[in-house]
């Protein structure tokens, strides 16, 4: 898993095998590097499905479940995505 990173570039050629890579960039220290990859999936947002869990787990402002005990990070998300 990568961490602070953005996504500047999509390489590869569609015309000759498809996606070879990713160009990004460290949004902690700006530092370019690039990462192989076959495949990405890009998400542009969306509204989580916790309805079912509103007063059973701890959500944020945005309905998304937040544990304590989630690793590798405290309060990463428990549930999330959860979404229709």
Do not use: Y
């Not at 015309?15 to 192989?36: E, H, N, Q, R, W």
Request: charged share 15%; hydrophobic share 45%; aromatic share 8%.
């Amino acid at each position: 898993m990568l961490w602070n990173q953005k996504v500047d570039r999509f390489l590869g050629d569609p015309l000759a095998g498809g996606l070879t890579g990713l160009a990004l960039t460290d949004t902690v220290t700006g530092a370019a590097s690039t990462f192989a990859a076959d495949g990405a999936f890009v998400a542009i947002g969306h509204a989580p499905a916790t309805e079912l869990f509103n007063g059973k787990l701890a959500m944020d402002a945005s309905a998304i479940c937040w544990s304590s005990r989630a690793r590798p990070r405290p309060r990463s998300p428990a549930c999330s995505p959860v979404a229709t």
